[in-house]
């Protein structure tokens, strides 16, 4: 089969089917993490266009006509049991007041906030080109999630961006703490429900007779999707702003060291369909953060750092003011 030529620049494209969509991705991670990004998905581009939807409603409309280029994507054999993505929107409704906006996928759909995501995010903006005049040494880079907008802190040097990326996210909160939940094959365990763009169940390791940072990984992630599992049939989530953000997105298990301390603390977040962040989770570390601030155990700008279990990597994180949400 011949190649094709793609525009007038001398690109050929590998044979593929007429039939199909041609998607151009740019590879990237996080901390371990994979981003696969879309620059450009036509379909949604043109649903943007011709209906003025917001990112949530973009989002259930990628899910009901567009599925298949999450699973095309996101499976085998061009993805994998880890695989992240993100679809960039630019314009319209779905990016009104920020940079860009991106709808987030994995293995079983679409989530509302990824802070891996949004770090690579950052540093795609600047050297994508999709903000104008990029200052030194640093640029905000307003980027529109499905829970809300967050704004990326990106270092620019005049031609590129750099490392290390920071973001603000949304308001994050306790949701509940202390909740008795009982987990067939665990009995009796207590977890705390912390919101950081999405919802997590928290609980210690050693509850479940595990350690996170020695135990096998298959026995981490069923142990975590069996809480997971439990406490969405046992405890009911409410979002004050929106019901679409209503839902349980993983469970992360911890080493339980969540008063103040320099050393890191570890955790391994297990989400979606038994999916395991390499990274320590942007939006888990977020909602982390705000359980210990809402405990007392951390003040206001006092950073802790958070290691993943299964790869070492590390985020650090800090609540840097209080606010109201709803």
Not at 204 to 214: F, T, Y
Request: aromatic content about 6%; proline content about 5%.
């Amino acid at each position: 089969a011949s190649a094709m030529e793609a525009g007038g620049g001398g690109c050929r494209l590998p044979p593929h089917s007429p039939s199909g969509p041609v998607l151009r991705t740019v590879e990237m991670h996080t901390g371990g993490e994979p981003l696969r990004i879309v620059p450009r998905l036509e379909a949604a581009e043109e649903a943007v266009a011709a209906g003025g939807l917001s990112l949530l409603a973009l989002r259930s409309e990628v899910a009901a006509t567009q599925d298949r280029v999450r699973r095309a994507l996101m499976h085998e054999p061009r993805g994998h049991g880890g695989m992240y993505g993100a679809v960039v929107v630019t314009g319209g409704a779905a990016a009104a007041g920020a940079h860009l906006a991106a709808l987030f996928l994995h293995g079983a759909g679409y989530s509302a906030m990824c802070g891996h995501a949004v770090l690579a995010l950052g540093r795609f903006a600047l050297d994508y080109g999709l903000v104008a005049d990029p200052s030194c040494p640093e640029t905000a880079v307003r980027l529109r999630c499905p829970c809300g907008i967050v704004t990326a802190f990106v270092p620019w040097d005049g031609s590129r961006s750099r490392n290390p990326v920071r973001f603000h996210s949304v308001p994050a909160f306790a949701a509940a703490l202390d909740l008795s939940i009982d987990v067939p094959g665990h009995g009796q365990v207590v977890v705390d429900i912390g919101y950081g763009g999405t919802f997590y169940a928290f609980l210690s390791a050693e509850q479940l007779g595990l350690d996170v940072c020695s135990s096998a990984t298959r026995a981490l992630v069923r142990a975590a999707s069996a809480v997971t599992e439990a406490v969405k049939k046992q405890f009911k989530l409410h979002h004050p702003e929106s019901e679409d953000l209503a839902f349980l997105y993983g469970t992360i298990l911890t080493d339980g060291k969540d008063a103040f301390s320099e050393e890191p603390t570890t955790n391994i977040c297990v989400f979606a369909d038994e999916q395991v962040d390499r990274s320590p989770t942007g939006s888990g570390v977020t909602a982390r953060i705000a359980l210990q601030y809402h405990k007392g155990l951390i003040q206001l700008n006092q950073s802790r750092t958070f290691r993943s279990s299964t790869t070492g990597s590390l985020f650090t994180g800090k609540a840097v003011k209080a606010s109201r949400l709803g």
